[in-house]
C-alpha cells in the first residue's frame, strides 16, 4: 500500500528504527526491494532520483514504483531523490509520488531556504511530504577515489539546520556527518555527537545518505541518535551486477538477457533484505 514520508517516519520513530530508502532506477531493483520488505514485513522507501534519469526517466518508471508500491502488501513511500528543481518535484507529484526530496545543498542558504520552502509548498497541495538538504555530501558514484572521503568543513552546523527547518517546514533533513555517496576509499569516521545535536537542534528526523558500506554498528548508532531514513543504492546494485556475474561464471550456455536480469534481481533482493535486518527491528510486524 502507498503512504506517505510523515507516516514512515511516524513508523522508525515507534518502532526507533530507520526506514530503507532504496533508490530503484531499473525494474530489477523495485522488484528486488519489495520483495525484500514484503519478506521482512516493513515499510519501505522507493526512490528515483533526479540524476537516474539517464537510466530510466521518471515518467517511465516512476508509474512502475507507484502501481507496485499500491499493491505491495507493505507500505511503500514513493520518493524523489535529490530533486534539483521545482519542476521535476511536480513530475512526480502528478505520477503520484507521496514524498520529494529538494537537495538545495550546493546553493547558497538563502536560495536552499526559498527553494525548498517553495517545494514543501508545493508538495502539501499533495498531501506529499519533504526532505531537504544542508550540508555537502561528498559522491563518487562514478567510483572516483579521490571523492570518497568526508570533508568536514561541509559538515551541517546544528544551529543553522534550525533556522532551515523552522523556515522551510521540512518533514526531515538530510545532513552532512560523515558519509559519502557512492565507495567509500578510506574508513569513514561518522560523527554521532554531531547527529544527536542536529536531531535535537532541528527537530525532526534525520536522514542518511551514502548508507552503503558502513557496519552494523555504524547504522545502530546513528539510528540510537536519531537517523529515521537511510538512503542506500551503490551496494545493492553492486550485489545486482555480481550475482549476474556468478550466473554467467558458471553457466556458460546462458544466452539470454532474462536469465541474467533474474539473477540480478535475486542477489539485489538478498543484499537489501540483509541491510534492511540491520536498521529495522525486523522481528516486528508491521503495525
Ligand atoms: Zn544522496
Known sequence: MLIGLKDALDYAEDHQCAIAAVNTPIFESLVATIRAAEQLNVPVILA???SHEKINRITDIGPAMVSLAERASVPCVVHIDHGEDLHYIR??????????????????????????????????????????????????????PDQGVADEALYTDPAVAKQFVERT???CL????GTVHGLYHREPKLNFDLVRSLR????????????????????????AEGVRKINYYTYSVKAGLDGA????????????????????????????KAFMTCIYDADQAVA
Not at 550466473?247 to 539470454?256: G, M, W, Y
Request: proline share 3%.
Open 48 to 50: 528515483h532520483a533526479q
Open 174 to 177: 538530510a545532513a552532512s556527518f
Open 91 to 144: 513530475t512526480g507529484l502528478e505520477l503520484g509520488f507521496t514524498s520529494v526530496m529538494l537537495d538545495g545543498s550546493r546553493m547558497p542558504f538563502e536560495r536552499n531556504v526559498e527553494t525548498t520552502a517553495e517545494a514543501v509548498q508545493i508538495a502539501d497541495g499533495y498531501g506529499a511530504g519533504v526532505e531537504g538538504e544542508l550540508g555537502v555530501m561528498t559522491g563518487n558514484e562514478n567510483g572516483d
Open 169 to 171: 517546514g521540512v518533514t
Open 200 to 223: 535535537r537542534e532541528a527537530g525532526v528526523p534525520i536522514v542518511m545518505h551514502g548508507g552503503s558500506g558502513l557496519s552494523n554498528e555504524e547504522y545502530r548508532r546513528c539510528i
Open 245 to 272: 556475474r556468478r550466473l554467467l561464471d558458471q553457466h556458460s550456455d546462458v544466452f539470454v538477457y532474462p536469465d541474467v536480469a533474474s539473477a540480478a534481481t535475486e542477489a539485489i533482493a538478498s543484499n537489501v
